[in-house]
């Protein structure tokens, strides 16, 4: 068990809906990061919050944001689904941005 | 921007043998991360080794080891005595060190490697 817990695990919805996965990380860790892992584009990086702030932004679609709360889970909100974002999305925390990230269990977002 | 290279979309082994998993990086940093990722059926992301590039001597968590060679970018796997629980996707990454970047602290993935361990 890493620390990091994600929920749901698993998530189906049609096209064009919007969804929120959450992600609390582990105790301590200032930093959140989420990825997405889908079977043609791999593993992308798509936004570090540190502390509650943006930190850095990766391959992340305009229909996708994310936030950090003061309580420092995040969350990533995904509208405008499309088949395409049929992935695995995966959270990690850090104490910062020099120590091993660590991953939650994933959520699996299916798109229909 | 950085890249990391997988070669290797698959390999297999027999159980108890040891088997190479390569991978390649392209950086212009000096300062810099690497590391090994298992993902098994379970999807869980699992750090196996981390590899500080100012460190010149090769990093070993038990059975597993890496070959690190900085001027050719260069961090391949090595993997001991195999077991049937060593099946799963690996993943080579890399991670800036440099404080203040906007690359600072994200991972950078392989394509992965599928090992497969027979008995």
């Known amino acids: 068990d890493s620390g990091v817990t994600q929920t749901p695990k698993h998530l189906i919805t049609a096209t064009g809906q919007r969804v929120t996965l959450r992600c609390s990380p582990r105790s301590g860790d200032l930093s959140v990061y989420w990825y997405q892992q889908s079977l043609d584009q791999g593993l992308q990086f798509l936004i570090q919050y540190y502390n509650g702030e943006e930190r850095a932004k990766g391959n992340i679609l305009e229909r996708f944001s994310a936030q950090q709360f003061p309580d420092l889970h995040s969350e990533l909100n995904l509208s405008s689904l499309e088949l395409g974002d049929s992935a695995l999305y995966f959270c990690a925390s850090s104490e910062g941005g020099a120590t091993e990230a660590f991953f939650g269990q994933g959520t699996r977002l299916t798109v229909v | 921007a950085q890249t990391v290279t997988q070669s290797q979309p698959e390999m297999s082994v027999q159980e108890a043998e040891t088997v190479t998993l390569s991978c390649t990086y392209d950086?212009?940093?000096?300062?810099?991360?690497l590391f090994w990722y298992k993902q098994p059926p379970s999807r869980q992301m699992i750090l196996v080794i981390r590899?500080?590039?100012?460190?010149?001597q090769n990093a070993t968590e038990n059975r597993f080891s890496v070959n690190f060679q900085k001027a050719a970018k260069s961090f391949s796997l090595k993997i001991s005595d195999s077991q049937l629980g060593d099946a799963a996707m690996y993943f080579c990454a890399y991670r800036s060190a440099h404080a203040g970047g906007t690359s600072y602290g994200k991972l950078t993935f392989g394509q992965g490697t599928i090992l497969t361990v027979h008995p």
């Open positions: 950086t212009s940093e000096s300062d810099y991360y």
């Open positions: 590899q500080e590039a100012y460190k010149q």
